[in-house]
C-alpha cells in the first residue's frame, strides 16, 4: 500500500527483542517473523494496513523502530506526531518494562496528544512455562493508569493471539476521537522518515 493518505500514525517503541517487529509482522502479514532469520531493525521499518472499525475503513501507518540504544535519538524522530504509540515489553524480560517507562515519559513530554497502548509480547512463552513470566500484569496498568495512557495487552507473534485485537482496538479508538472531534487527524504515508517494508529489514529466529 503506497501512495495514500494515512488515517492515524501508529509507532511500535520498546528495547531491543523485545518483539516489536514479529508483531507488526504478525499483522501486517499474518506471518510469524520467528520463521525466518534475525536481522535488526536499522533506523525503522514501515508498513500500513486498513482495518475496519465501526463500518469505517481506518488506515493505519504503523512505524516499527529500532529498539536498540544507539538508534534511541532517531526513534524521537519516528515518534513526531503519532496518534498512537505501542509500548512494548517482553512478558520474559523485567528490563524491558523499564524502556517502556523511559518511553512513556518521552511521549508525555514531547507528544502528550499520543495515544499509549502497552503491549506484552512472547505470552507464547509463557503458555509453555508459566515460571518464565517476569512482568506482573496488574503491574503494568497500575502504571498504564498513573501515565494516563491507554489498555494493556498481552500478545503472542507466535500464535497471533491478542495481535488483531490490538489493532482493531486502536482503529476503533480513532473513530471514536474523530466523531467527538478530538485531536484524530490524517497524514500523508512517509511522516518522520523513508518508508521501508518491515518484511524486507528485521526478522526473528526466536519466539519474539
Known sequence: ????????????????????????ERFLHNRFAGEM???????AAYGAKRVEAFGRQVVLGIWDTAGSERYQAMSRIYYRGTWAAVLCYDLTDPDSLAKVHFWATELRQHE????????GTKKDLLDD???????????????????????????SARSGENVDELFSRIAKDYVKESREGGNASSSSIGSGGVA??????SKSSCRC
Open 1 to 24: 500500500m503506497s501512495g495514500f493518505k494515512v488515517d492515524a500514525k501508529v509507532v511500535l517503541l520498546g528495547k531491543e527483542y523485545g518483539g516489536k517487529t514479529s508483531l507488526v
Open 37 to 43: 532469520p534475525y536481522q535488526n531493525t536499522i533506523g
Open 112 to 119: 502528550p496528544h499520543a495515544h499509549m497502548y502497552f503491549v
Open 129 to 155: 512455562d508459566p515460571e518464565a513470566r517476569r512482568v506482573d500484569y496488574y503491574s503494568v496498568v497500575e502504571f498504564a493508569n498513573q501515565t494516563g495512557g491507554g489498555p494493556v495487552f498481552e500478545t
Open 196 to 201: 521501508l517494508d518491515p518484511s524486507t529489514t
